[in-house]
């Protein structure tokens, strides 16, 4: 892949060594390796910093005497995590070496608290990769969400259409981006009579399909909100699916961490204040008292449970 | 009050300026003038930028076509409030002039997405001014909440020896402060016998109670935030009082986001997977169709509530 | 231009309201107003926030008796620049509407200390508007500054040719973004035998150089920052130009702080260590003395001048 | 010290793990070594993403053959630090537990790039740890640096007054504090007839000079900023003495860029364009060519003098 890529596969055949730092072994046989995203794209680990324990490490130094009643690590995790007491969670961060399409990294670079070093096409020269959707994710216009697609494909004939149309262009347009470079590949001109236009203006004739990378660095905290948001079912699927990657992995490196975000943050709902009383008579109705038994809450959540529905 | 203030007693006296900016009227209203809170200290607002148009016009560039489904500014900013859409938000902004004391300074400063200037006790000699909290305020620590208070407060017996023993330790530690700065009010030595302790020694023997003051700007989302902490039942009593008047100063200032943020985030509540399951098979039992019927939700709203219950 | 410069249009012709904050007469001037950049681009004013007098009032509360020293708002603002003393600066803030290219939107956002609003391509179909470069800015990759071109342009009939090529894939790229929408331009397909490819997909196809516009709000010491880097002579030359106007309006906006800008961080700079070392013995067998006296740097300066060179 | 000490203790006490990341064997030796700092505080190192090499690999990917002319890492480094180029060493993070007093954290905290969870006095009861100069640290208030004190010491006699009440105050309000809390050591009351003030409230009394403590975690980029400022000659002594360990930390974690900071940060100064203009007078009067022959500096940064200086 990238010129960087081959100084990681020598990392990655390094021996390890010795560390009196808090490690996530299920994290460490992830370190370095690719895991493929899109047609050219990728997902990996280079370092990261910190484990479930050091969440619970930095809540038990703020909260004190308030942490004693939580039993073990896990029960104060989902503590923190239902309250949103988020700064723990800051106190871990992963750095990802990231390959995708410039349109994704146009929406991924909206999420500001986080590092990034992008590749920059000022001073190198861009492979000719692009991306090309596979046909059963080429879809119309959703008719009910004005920023996505529908869920049903194209048909198989139209989808070939499409792609040949994107294709084609894509080839074009880099044909055009290495004539203007005139570069033999070694810093020359393929072409002497020619001049060898600067890097910064032979790019802007790229689309944004082609691929770039970077290195993007973010704490737990940040990232699990930039997961909320793009594993959302409305999120585009070119970015949702490194999503998925990134949450495969962070589940591997805080466990506890990540099940609780399942639990209360991707699997919850909020509801507004009109909703609640909907809610409230309804259970008002139904009577709430056989359904808590079976539940599987604890006495505590019953009792938040109780008190966010006013009853 | 402070010197500031007396500045700022100027601007309110001026006569208003022509502007083509956008503008709030009633929380021009507002500018400058002093709102007590505590027993020394105040809110003001010094400037502000923005108003709810602005964050419908933000709005409107990201999501162009997308936003034509709304019927008018109110509908929008409910949309955004409800999703989340946080960056219309941001384009708005103000700046407060806050007195309040140190210990409250001290939470309120984990906010990080701000900015700030803060008299500086290096540089100046700080006013004789502490918090003493008013007898109904004192209460013995709570047995359910780690964190916070009882909600009835002690006897007025054993207030007034809890206030007789702050006020003293008060009053001793800043006529130490004073006799270290050993300064006569021009500058020179009140005994020039002594010597005159750098301020930024001296300053060490005041007390978390005594007030400080600040310039505090920040945007509309993360006073939002900020408000949706501070605001909460278990925020401590001496820092709520402040989000409060800052709360009826935003509703001054942008309506529409703040009925949004009430009915949203101040009287919402967020549920989890495991209460999703169980909040569906309480509805199913009470059977929902009448109750939504009944609710005042908009059509868009009704099918929002189905789809988080997984109806 | 876009559909919401129609809006603001609609402002620039309002009448002016009263308001008792702060303005900037200058900059009122310039509210709404178009200022072009570039063949298709622009930036204009829509808000802003403080004035010279909003640095000054925060600077005097943060350090009290320490800025009585100063005579006057020049003397203390000049001060607070060359000390590095940031917070002042961000209690100004401006909101701008731009629109650029997107190469020059992907350099331009990695400055994270803002609140952007973009165009989603999501939601919107991009007009038909990319950048051509003008002949006499078409030039070679620079051989010593990497990632730069070369100060002297390529001939004219070269630059023709480089010209009709990026125009030719431009026009055939957006032709195949129109094809692929299948929008008769009020929604409907403009030929019912194809699919309309959805607007998330068919974008990929666009290139770098199409314009897109955003809502960008930023204080006045992060745009400060954004400028001392942007202004540089190894910017690319397409931020520049932006770059550029935008400091013309700073300069309208606060004028005294623009003045400190340029005479401490535009037209300054940094001495290593090593290099100190060194002016220091150039400056010691010159003899600073008769320099000193005709630089009309003031005491205070003269004083700092000497110091930082150890003199 | 404290209770989350004694865990940390049992790390310092475990064997080390194998690791496949980034290794600094310096700073693993100093990981969870206490180092003192003041009468009773500390600063130490809990955890640590990234080494030199981290900043040379996040620079490479960004700037590709830009890179190539820098001969090894240091030079590279140096090439960054001296431009600013400041996202590669964002790439780098580390994690300190600091014991401190009050008003030393509240200068602390005005960096905000940080993540921060510090013991509250609303959950846990401080101890009884204040801070009390040491007789060599105690001056008047100083003349020319209106936020400092003066470089010579009160004489011993007069400091023995002064810290003889710094000592009887803090005794006072920390005896208060423990009469109002009420606590027999197990969360009983000592005496029954009397209340237990809610914690939140009985810290009202303490003073600034009281040691808190935090976890506090920040990228390298963003602790340089913080060395900078907190350990320049106007910080004040008693949070420079913190920056003066963690700087030490610095150098073992991060040697190269160490030294480049130290050079062309710590050591280096900033000159306007006013003074710009002196130096180049005086410059060309010396005749540079003969000093910059002995100067030490490479070619590249010979040149960069000479264009500093418009030579």
Request: glycine share 6%; proline share 5%; with cysteine.
């Amino acid at each position: 892949l990238s010129q960087s890529h081959d100084d990681l596969s020598a990392l990655l055949a390094a021996p390890p060594q010795p560390t009196r730092r808090a490690c996530a072994p299920a994290l460490e046989e992830q370190l370095y390796r690719v895991n493929p995203v899109l047609d050219h794209g990728f997902v990996r680990v280079i370092d990261y910093m910190g484990t479930d324990e050091a969440i619970v490490q930095a809540a038990r130094v703020s909260y004190g005497a308030g942490t004693k009643q939580h039993t073990g690590d896990r029960g104060l995790i989902r503590y923190l995590m239902r309250h949103r007491h988020t700064s723990p969670f800051e106190m871990c961060a992963i750095k990802l070496h990231v390959k995708l399409p410039i349109f994704v990294a146009r929406q991924w670079i909206r999420h500001r608290t986080a590092s990034v070093n992008e590749v920059s096409a000022r001073y190198s020269i861009l492979e000719h990769e692009f991306y090309l959707p596979s046909p059963t994710h080429l879809a119309e216009q959703s008719s009910d969400n004005k920023q996505g697609r529908k869920e049903e494909a194209i048909s198989a004939a139209q989808a070939a259409e499409v792609l040949a149309l994107l294709e084609r262009d894509a080839r074009h347009t880099y044909a055009t981006y290495e004539h203007l470079l005139n570069d033999d590949g070694s810093g020359d001109p393929a072409d002497p009579a020619r001049p060898q236009l600067a890097r910064e203006l032979a790019r802007i004739n790229l689309s944004l399909g082609m691929y770039t990378e970077w290195y993007w660095k973010i704490d737990l905290h940040n990232l699990l909100h930039f997961l909320s948001l793009r594993l959302h079912a409305h999120a585009q699927y070119e970015i949702r699916v490194y999503a998925e990657v990134i949450g495969q992995l962070v589940s591997a490196w805080v466990p506890l961490a990540w099940e609780a975000f399942e639990d209360y943050r991707l699997g919850g709902a909020s509801f507004s204040k009109q909703e609640l009383a909907l809610l409230r008579a309804l259970v008002e109705r139904a009577g709430p008292e056989a359904g808590l038994g079976a539940s599987g809450l604890g006495a505590r959540e019953r009792k938040e449970f109780r008190d966010k529905l006013g009853l």
